[in-house]
């Protein structure tokens, strides 16, 4: 069923398609879980609550999309952790440089930041 309301060239509509397409990519390949950077630097999983310290967890960037609702870039991370679980993240901005705004640098430019595809 088609919605009248958006119109097929409608740029925020595409955006959001080929995020929700990589989504159920990554999900079938297994991140099934949602995952937030809480205020003590902590990944917790938002289905059941658990906390995993940087040291016990490996993020991804997976890529870049622009949010048209909040006029900003997001950012797609896989997460894995020690223990087997694995999920997704979304950020408004790169994992390592939340945690380490050091390893930019001088003249870093995010937009040189390597994606990964899947």
Same mark, same amino acid.
């Given at each position: 069923?088609?919605?009248?309301?958006?119109? $097929?060239?409608?740029?925020?509509?595409?955006?959001?398609?080929?995020?929700?397409?990589?989504?159920?990519?990554?999900?079938?390949?297994?991140?099934?879980?949602?995952?937030?950077?809480?205020?003590?630097?902590?990944?917790?999983? /938002? &289905?059941?609550?658990? &906390?995993?310290?940087?040291?016990?967890? /490996?993020?991804?960037? #997976?890529? &870049? #999309?622009? $949010?048209?609702?909040?006029? %900003?870039?997001?950012?797609?991370?896989?997460?894995?952790? %020690?223990?087997?679980?694995?999920?997704?993240?979304?950020?408004?901005?790169?994992?390592?440089? &939340?945690?380490?705004?050091?390893?930019?640098?001088?003249?870093?430019?995010?937009?040189?930041?390597?994606?990964?595809? /899947?």
């Amino acid at each position: 069923m088609k919605h009248l309301f958006l119109a $097929d060239n409608d740029f925020s509509r595409l955006v959001n398609k080929q995020l929700t397409r990589q989504l159920i990519k990554l999900h079938s390949l297994g991140y099934d879980l949602d995952f937030y950077m809480n205020s003590n630097n902590h990944l917790t999983c /938002i &289905q059941n609550g658990e &906390q995993f310290s940087c040291e016990c967890i /490996i993020v991804k960037l #997976v890529n &870049q #999309v622009y $949010d048209f609702t909040a006029n %900003a870039f997001k950012y797609v991370h896989t997460v894995d952790t %020690a223990c087997g679980r694995k999920g997704i993240m979304l950020m408004a901005g790169i994992y390592d440089l &939340q945690i380490q705004p050091t390893i930019a640098g001088p003249g870093y430019e995010l937009i040189n930041y390597p994606f990964y595809t /899947i």
